[in-house]
């Protein structure tokens, strides 16, 4: 079960919104695992944080574990709310979520979308990483 709280004010604030997303940061020894981007609307062969939309009538929490489990093959046990970000112009509402343990082995299960999965050290971030990933692993 999924092991996170989310503030009833923040589930209000992104109905605001055109489009919600979700992000998942996962670290493993100092590392911080990317996905490059391919065959997408934005930022196709980028370096990404795991993200993906939630749909309509989906809690954060339940899209967070459909994303993880859809993309990566990984069943979430206890996530934390990290932050949240906003693009006004855009009409975008973005939860980050830190990923703290979760079960089975990170997988790239959807090849189509994204080329390679990476761990990465925090001081060797490639250049090539989308604007929002950016600034979240700056704030970690």
């Given at each position: 079960?999924?092991?996170?709280?989310?503030?009833?004010?923040?589930?209000?604030?992104?109905?605001?919104?055109?489009?919600?997303?979700?992000?998942?940061?996962?670290?493993n020894?100092?590392?911080?695992?990317?996905?490059?981007?391919?065959?997408?609307?934005?930022?196709?062969?980028?370096?990404?944080?795991?993200?993906?939309?939630?749909?309509?009538?989906?809690?954060?929490?339940?899209?967070?574990?459909?994303?993880?489990?859809?993309e990566?093959?990984?069943?979430?046990?206890?996530?934390?709310?990290?932050?949240?970000?906003?693009?006004?112009?855009?009409?975008?509402?973005?939860?980050?979520?830190k990923?703290?343990?979760?079960?089975?082995?990170?997988?790239?299960?959807?090849?189509?979308?994204?080329?390679?999965?990476?761990?990465?050290?925090?001081?060797?971030?490639?250049?090539?990483?989308?604007?929002?990933?950016k600034?979240?692993?700056?704030?970690?």
């Amino acid at each position: 079960m999924l092991a996170t709280i989310i503030p009833k004010v923040v589930k209000d604030m992104s109905k605001k919104y055109r489009i919600n997303l979700v992000s998942a940061v996962l670290l493993n020894d100092n590392c911080v695992l990317l996905c490059l981007r391919k065959n997408t609307k934005d930022f196709s062969g980028y370096w990404s944080l795991p993200i993906g939309h939630i749909e309509e009538g989906e809690q954060v929490e339940q899209a967070l574990a459909r994303e993880l489990k859809e993309e990566l093959g990984i069943r979430i046990i206890l996530a934390e709310k990290i932050t949240q970000k906003f693009d006004q112009g855009q009409s975008i509402f973005h939860q980050v979520f830190k990923v703290t343990d979760y079960e089975g082995e990170v997988t790239n299960l959807e090849p189509d979308f994204c080329e390679k999965l990476a761990w990465v050290k925090f001081d060797e971030l490639p250049d090539s990483i989308t604007p929002i990933s950016k600034e979240i692993l700056a704030e970690l």
